[in-house]
C-alpha cells in the first residue's frame, strides 16, 4: 500500500514562495511518474505539473516560468517549488502517483495554499 503525504502549503502574500513537500510511504519505483495537482474552490481538479523517471517535465501554461517541480527518488518524495504567487494559485495542491507497473493512481490528502494580501 502507497501513502502520500503532502506539506508545505499555507499563506503568503502575492510574489511570494512556497516549497510544496510529497513524501511516499510503501513500495514505489523510480520509474513512477510523480506530479502536482490542484483544485481551486468551485472548479475542477487540474494538473499543475508532472515529472517522469527520466526528468521529463510538464507544467500547466499558467505556472511555466514560476513553478519548477522535481524529485528525489532516493527519499521517495517530490516537491513543487513555487514562486510569484498570484491569487489564481489559490487552491488544494494535491500530490500524484502513477505507478509504472499499473493498478492506480495514488492521491495525497492534499494541502491548503492561499495567495492573499
Known amino acids: 500500500q502507497v501513502e502520500l503525504v503532502e506539506s508545505g502549503g499555507g499563506l503568503v502574500q502575492p510574489g511570494g514562495s512556497l516549497r510544496l513537500s510529497c513524501a511516499a510511504s510503501?513500495?514505489?519505483?523510480?520509474?513512477?511518474?510523480m506530479g502536482w495537482y490542484r483544485q481551486a474552490p468551485g472548479k475542477q481538479r487540474e494538473m499543475v505539473a508532472t515529472?517522469?523517471?527520466?526528468?521529463?517535465?510538464n507544467y500547466i501554461d499558467s505556472v511555466k516560468g514560476r513553478f519548477t517541480v522535481s524529485r528525489d527518488n532516493a527519499k521517495k518524495s517530490w516537491y513543487l517549488q513555487m514562486n510569484s504567487l498570484k491569487p489564481e494559485d489559490t487552491a488544494v495542491y494535491y500530490c500524484?502517483?502513477?505507478?509504472?507497473?499499473?493498478?492506480?493512481?495514488?492521491w495525497g490528502q492534499g494541502t491548503q495554499v492561499t495567495v492573499s494580501s
Open positions: 500524484n502517483l502513477v505507478p509504472v507497473l499499473g493498478g492506480g493512481v495514488y
Open positions: 510503501g513500495s514505489i519505483f523510480s520509474l513512477d511518474t
Open positions: 515529472i517522469t523517471s527520466g526528468g521529463r517535465r
